[in-house]
């Protein structure tokens, strides 16, 4: 079986790097992290509108380009190499996947469109206080209230939802637990009743919200498919973003391996390069053996979507777990090979040391995927 990447793959690949080249580099990763939004809004109208990666995976029906999920993870782990600050991940991995699985025929139509231009951002408000990404950890509720439901509730770390445009939230009906009673409502941004604060993070280059939601008033038609029973398709694009989550933390762990080699070349120690001292031989030998196992994993997953096979969940926790630990250990690897400078501003390990860390709690930790697995195993 060959797994090389296609011809069609590669040109992806190596276009998307010559845009990431000249609009994410240090000085722009810097300014978009002071920025009100986040991101640098020209830059994501080049993506959105002349690029269309946002279109990537969405189906043709819906104005999308119609290509696989391995092709979305090719894209992914190159933005994740440049540590793009874009509302992609949130409008793509989020949003569109938790539409595509748990949206109705015309929600899709309605909805997708504006995604795959690259008009509308959007994201998923999910986690609450206690940080889990279970059904369980749902307590936002949704009242049905004549023609209409009535939404209550508080949601943390949502990616980007201090400014997306749409913002698509998960509640339960009262006096439900578990996995039934959830439901997905789509609000748009401006809709009363939602207000949203940026949180105070340790890494700048993703910006988390706070979304507090008293007595939303919304209609029937704001919850996507059916009511009560979301948790499903749901629980698939929770499956599906922590695996394009995995690629970008491979790219940011491949990036990490390039600048600890680089610098081990040209830094002088004792009248030679660090890198031809044994020590830092073996710790870069076992960055990139971190690296390699974590893209294998990462791929493996991003064929079990295409393939729509069964054990898509198993897959995504393997990899979210593996790549999860892959990138923070280069990461702490890549500074220590840098040595002091490593953590100084004008440097980058620091960045993506701070992206490895927050990255690696994010969509679940690599303790609670290997417990579900365990778990699916009857361990």
Known sequence: MDFRFSEEQQALVESARDFLASHSGPEEIRAAMTSELGYDKAVWQQIGTELGWPSVHIPEAYGGLGLGYVDLVVLIETMGEALLCSPFFATVALAANAILSVGSEEQKQHWLPPIAEGRTTATLAFSERSGRWDASAIEATARSDGDGFVLDGEKRWVVDGHSADLLLVAARQPGTSGESGICLFALPADTTGVDRRVLPTMDQTRRLAEVRLTNVRVGRDACLGECGGAWPGLARAL?????????????????????????????QQFGRPIGSFQAIKHKAADMFVAVESARSALYYAACIVDDQSDDLGANASLAKAWCSEAYFRC?????????????????????????????????????????????GLGL
Not at 258 to 267: I, L
Not at 333 to 339: A, R, T
């Open 239 to 267: 499956d599906l973003a922590a695996i394009a989550l995995a690629a970008e933390q491979v790219g940011g762990a491949q990036r990490c391996l390039d600048m600890a080699v680089a610098y081990a070349k040209e830094r």
């Open 331 to 375: 990461a702490a690897d890549n500074i220590q090979i840098h040595g002091g400078v490593g953590f100084t501003w004008e440097y980058d390990p620091h960045l993506h040391f701070k992206r490895a860390r927050a990255s690696e709690s994010w969509l679940g930790t690599p303790a609670d995927h290997r417990e579900r697995v365990a778990k």
